[in-house]
């Protein structure tokens, strides 16, 4: 028997469903997208009408892999396989959903994620309704698994449509209900407290259909699966067949499939911090001037546009480390991991090269003190990238993997076909379900400006 479908009822404030509400529907089963033309990611290919619904799943998935829930029992197949999180996403109700400002999307971030979670770990069929984005500009540790529920605006509008959705919605009497929200308002007050009359008329409204409602201001996304009771993620059929089948395979086929999988498994690649030559650490990516009096990068405040998107000038310089976690003895013996850095623009060329390209002196905060950035190792990349060309949005990948280094010939060759068709944002979209189906990777998204921008003190 394969994994039942699951759904997570969103609320999104300005929009418009088939059905005339303002509550989303998403669903997450093992029915995959008709059609994927575009290229996007088979996953959440089916939301890539809606730019914004697209990104906010594709921050979804990343954190609920980031949580690394494990597998059950032959489920642990899947991992091997490269493919986590089972399912696809979709939205049955959304065929005519218009209204809805990119920017609005990002509150459907948690119930995309808890979608992902409820299916993959088969958590009860109850009616669930959830709104809350998910951290986008964190930059985790190697063994940070905490994924931040920051909170949204119109909440009051939105617990308005819950309650109407519940009194004319066919939800079956006796019905019990959770309801998932950022624990803190935009204004850093609590929840619950902050809005406990719409609270209690939701509870009213729940009540006169004999139901219950749970309500659950969550400060992680990690709590929210604690709520639903989540195990691990369960194994699908394909799980069970391909373990039918390893289980009849000759040793030497077994073998050979093994190294085959272990050469493309998933890597843990993350974000790191810098230290200097002061000994202080500074977390990365961050933003640089090069000073060729000195040969050397000096660190600048952050910059950031509007909805918190990190902002690069012509002649900065982009800093960042990376280490990978899995530091086995198998790797070491093979000569650990080969990187290299992958630059995709909205409108600019794709720009292929390996992190030694990029290898600069790095001063401490005072510029008393300089740090030099080593040549690649078996496990971590440190580089300065300077930041070029026309305002526009970049994302800026470094790929991992195992065995042969990469051809980056190759690979600028094959990601410039796959996003020749693509757009603006969609070219970011394309790509990164490209290369993810090449190597593991780690990625951060900023926009190159001319002109001015926030920067912290």
Not at 203 to 221: N, R
Not at 269 to 288: C, H, K, N, Q, T
Not at 392 to 402: G, H, M, N, S
Request: include cysteine.
């Amino acid at each position: 028997m394969d994994l039942s479908p699951r759904n997570i009822l969103v609320p999104l404030a300005g929009a418009r469903t088939a059905d005339g509400t303002a509550i989303i529907d998403v669903r997450v089963a093992d029915e995959p997208p008709a059609h994927n033309r575009a290229g996007l990611d088979a996953q959440i290919a089916m939301l890539g009408d809606w730019g914004g619904l697209y990104q906010s799943a594709m921050t979804a998935c990343a954190a609920v892999r980031r949580l690394r829930l494990r597998p059950v029992g032959v489920g642990r197949l899947r991992a091997w396989r490269g493919s986590p999180l089972p399912g696809y996403v979709s939205i049955p109700n959304a065929t005519a959903l218009d209204g809805l400002d990119p920017s609005q999307s990002r509150s459907a971030e948690l119930g995309i994620a808890l979608a992902l979670v409820a299916y993959g770990g088969q958590a009860r069929p109850d009616v669930i309704f959830a709104t809350g984005q998910l951290e986008s500009r964190a930059r985790p540790s190697a063994e940070d698994r905490n994924v931040r529920v920051e909170p949204v605006a119109e909440i009051a509008t939105k617990l308005a449509e819950i309650r109407q959705y519940t009194e004319t919605a066919s939800i079956e009497r006796g019905s019990r209900i959770l309801l998932f929200l950022p624990a803190e308002t935009i204004d850093g007050r609590d929840t619950r407290a902050a809005h406990r009359d719409e609270l209690g008329r939701l509870a009213e409204a729940v009540s006169a259909k004999a139901g219950t409602l749970d309500i659950h201001p969550v400060a992680t996304l990690n709590d929210a699966v604690v709520t639903l009771g989540i195990r691990g993620i369960e194994p699908t059929r394909a799980d069970k067949v391909l373990a039918a089948s390893a289980a009849v395979a000759a040793t030497a086929a077994v073998l050979s499939i093994a190294w085959s999988l272990w050469l493309s498994a998933p890597i843990g690649i993350a974000f790191a911090e810098v230290m200097l030559s002061d000994g202080s650490r500074v977390s990365s990516p961050l933003r640089a001037v090069y000073e060729p009096q000195s040969a050397a990068y000096v660190m600048q405040p952050e910059c950031l546009g509007p909805q918190a998107m990190p902002h690069y000038r012509n002649g900065d310089g982009l800093v960042l480390r990376t280490v990978i976690r899995d530091q086995g003895v198998l790797v070491n013996v093979l000569g650990g991991y080969h990187h290299i850095l992958v630059a995709v623009s909205e409108r600019s060329d794709v720009v292929v090269v390996p992190p030694q390209s990029f290898a600069r002196p790095l001063p401490s905060r005072s510029g008393a003190q300089t740090f030099t950035p080593p040549p690649p190792g078996k496990w971590d990349v440190s580089v300065a990238v300077p930041i070029e060309g026309i305002p526009e949005r970049t994302k800026l990948f470094v790929l991992a993997k195992r065995g042969r280094p990469f051809d980056a010939d190759a690979l600028a060759t094959s990601t410039r076909n796959a996003i020749a068709n693509a757009k603006g944002v969609d070219r970011l979209n394309v790509a990164t379900t490209h290369l993810s189906r090449i190597a593991s990777y780690v990625d951060y998204t900023f926009r190159s400006t001319e002109g001015d921008v926030s920067c912290a003190p």
